[in-house]
């Protein structure tokens, strides 16, 4: 049976690379051969097949910032492994894998699928930025390429702001393995039995900042109350800021702060919760959350892109729309004074899970999406 050659295109880290990872570990090897083409500074694991076969991968100088110079190189050495692979299909994954993905494909007449992951224009933090972003994902739409969104939000951003047409944008939703089973903690257990928690790095981004002020909120009525936050070690800018709002409202012993440990760890932690929450400001579709579904947890978040792709209002959790810190201490205390309501949302957010974001499930819609692109090609 001839395969259909895939070429992957990114920035491997985060979020990024663990989608990445999945799409390998469950799509067809006897269908799609799939080649990665990766930054020299990532994630250096090998990239494993549904067979646990390690697929072809090359190393670039891709990197998050914009760099001009690296930036020529990465799309130059990118160009020459598409002319020699000669892929039916290019899937470009983040804003950086997204840009060089798209423009080499426009060099060799290949159909580009982008996943961006969350657009770049809404990471920045001035005007000025946004629309230089913007402008450049407006710039490169007008090219032979497709959005292959990771939620609905991502879908109505690329419709609404980006201005691809409808026929140019797709959807397939991040999702996950079933988690079934739950391994004892490999580190120390340094928090109190009762807790709720959270992963994100203290970054622009996740907004931890607001997550601080709820728990100063959430103590005023609940003195015992502890939050376990993930994921504080990894590119984490804004960790001093954060640690000084802990200082500042004598939060020491109300939470801990974990860098980043082994995702077994994370299942653990999250699984043992009463409640997952998330204060980001935006996600494409977050890992983090689908995970808490999986692990049947009822969940406080923001009304962020991503986020309120997974929680349903009043079904499986709250979602806290203008960054409210007084509702989102309310919408917690709520869930964590009444039990029957909260096994309720844990056990909505399961169902959810395995209709929705359950790979095993879903991967099917993938390759059903990749065999009608590239037929279209030929």
């Known amino acids: ?138 710039f490169l739409s007008r090219w032979n390429n497709k959005i292959l969104a990771s939620s609905n939000s991502e879908k109505n951003r690329a419709l609404n702001e980006v201005g691809y047409n409808k026929e140019r944008v797709l959807l397939f939703n991040n999702c996950i393995n079933a988690i079934t089973e739950i391994p004892n903690l490999s580190i120390e257990k340094t928090w109190p039995d009762e807790y709720i928690c959270s992963v994100g790095r203290p970054s622009f981004q996740k907004n931890i900042e607001l997550m601080i002020e709820v728990l100063r909120e959430l103590k005023e009525k609940k003195p015992n109350i502890h939050l376990v936050l993930m994921g504080v070690g990894y590119h984490a800018p804004n960790l001093e800021q954060v640690k000084s709002l802990i200082s500042k409202y004598n939060l020491d012993s109300n939470i801990t702060l974990l860098e980043w440990t082994k995702r077994e760890d994370i299942f653990n932690i999250i699984k043992n919760s009463k409640i997952y929450i998330s204060t980001a400001r935006y996600e494409g579709l977050p890992y983090s959350v689908i995970e808490a579904l999986a692990l049947g947890k009822a969940c406080v978040v923001s009304d962020a892109d991503g986020n309120r792709d997974l929680i349903v209002e009043n079904k499986n959790g709250f979602v806290i729309k203008e960054e409210n810190s007084s509702q989102f201490s309310k919408a917690i205390l709520e869930l964590l004074e009444d039990d029957n309501k909260r096994e309720l949302f844990e056990e909505n957010s399961l169902k959810l899970f395995n209709e929705y974001f359950n790979i095993r499930n879903t991967i099917h819609t993938l390759e059903s999406i990749y065999k009608t692109e590239t037929e279209k090609k030929s």
């Open 1 to 138: 049976m001839l395969k259909t050659k895939i070429i992957h295109i990114l920035h491997a880290v985060g979020g990024v690379d663990v989608s990445l990872r999945l799409i390998l570990a469950n799509i067809d090897s006897e269908k799609f051969d799939s080649i990665v083409i990766h930054g020299d500074s990532d994630n250096n694991e090998p990239f494993l097949n549904d067979k646990s076969i390690p697929v072809k991968n090359y190393p670039i100088s891709i990197i998050r910032d914009i760099k001009p110079v690296k930036d020529y190189k990465a799309i130059a050495t990118a160009n020459k492994i598409i002319k020699s692979e000669a892929p039916a299909l290019i899937h470009a994954h983040s804003a950086k894998g997204g840009v060089i993905g798209k423009i080499v494909g426009k060099m060799n007449n290949i159909p580009v699928l982008h996943t961006p992951q969350a657009y770049s224009f809404l990471s920045a933090e001035s005007k000025l930025k946004k629309n230089v972003f913007l402008g450049l994902e407006k």
